[in-house]
C-alpha cells in the first residue's frame, strides 16, 4: 500500500528546486572542467562543432550523469533525491513498493524527455541560426506542451501524478502527515480520500 499523502506540486517544485542547486553546482563544475581542458586540448572544441556531435557530447557529459542522480536516488532505500528528502518526499511505484533501477530509470527517462527535446532543438537553431529547420518551432512548442501538462496532471489529478509518473506507474508521497504510518495503511490525497 501507498504511505503517507500524496505530494502536493507545490511541494515537488521546492523539492526540485533544491536538486537544482546541486545540478548548478554540476553544471559550472563540467563548465570550468570543459574551459581547462579546451584550453590544453584545442581540438576538443570538434565534439561540439556539429548539432548532433554537440548533443551527443553535452547528453553524456550533462543529461546522462543528471539522469543517473535521479535513477540511483528514487530508486535507493530512501527512495529521493536530496531535494525530495529535505520536503519529506519520497517515490514508489503506484502500489507503494520500492521502484527499481529499472522503473526508475523510465520514469527519469520519461522526465527528461522535454528537456531533451529542448536541447536537440537548440542545437539545431545554433547550427543554423539565419535558416533554422521549420521543424524546431514545432519541437519547442512540443517541450511547452509536455512541461505543461505534467504541471497540470500534478495539480489536477487526485493522486498528484505527472504525466510522465502515470505512464511509468508512480507517485509521489509524503510522510510529513503520516510518518509513522505503517506501510498497510491507506493513502489519503489532498481532497482527504482514502485510496486502496
Not at 554537440?54 to 539522469?67: D, R, S, W
Not at 537553431?125 to 517541450?143: M, Y
Request: charged share 10%.
Amino acid at each position: 500500500m501507498v504511505t503517507g499523502t500524496y505530494a502536493p506540486l507545490r511541494s515537488r517544485v521546492i523539492a526540485f528546486a533544491y536538486d537544482y542547486i546541486l545540478i548548478a553546482g554540476y553544471l559550472a563544475g563540467t563548465v570550468a572542467a570543459g574551459m581547462l581542458l579546451y584550453a590544453s586540448f584545442p581540438a576538443t572544441a570538434a565534439l561540439f562543432a556539429g548539432p548532433v556531435s554537440g548533443q551527443l557530447a553535452a547528453f553524456f557529459v550533462v543529461t546522462l550523469p543528471i539522469g543517473l542522480y535521479f535513477i540511483l536516488t528514487e530508486s535507493s532505500a530512501r527512495q529521493a533525491t536530496w531535494g525530495k528528502q529535505r520536503q519529506g518526499l519520497h517515490v514508489t511505484r503506484s502500489d507503494g513498493a520500492r521502484l527499481s533501477v529499472f522503473r526508475a530509470a523510465g520514469r527519469t527517462a520519461l522526465k527528461f524527455v522535454p528537456w531533451e527535446l529542448a536541447h536537440t532543438c537548440i542545437w539545431h537553431l545554433k547550427a543554423a541560426p539565419q535558416s533554422p529547420p521549420s521543424w524546431t518551432t514545432w519541437g519547442l512548442a512540443l517541450v511547452w506542451t509536455l512541461v505543461g501538462a505534467n504541471l497540470a496532471c500534478a495539480w489536477l489529478s487526485p493522486t498528484r501524478q505527472a504525466l510522465y509518473d502515470r505512464i511509468a506507474g508512480t507517485v509521489v508521497t509524503s510522510r510529513a502527515a503520516g510518518a509513522g504510518a505503517s506501510s498497510h495503511e491507506r493513502c489519503a490525497p489532498a481532497g482527504g480520500r482514502a485510496i486502496m
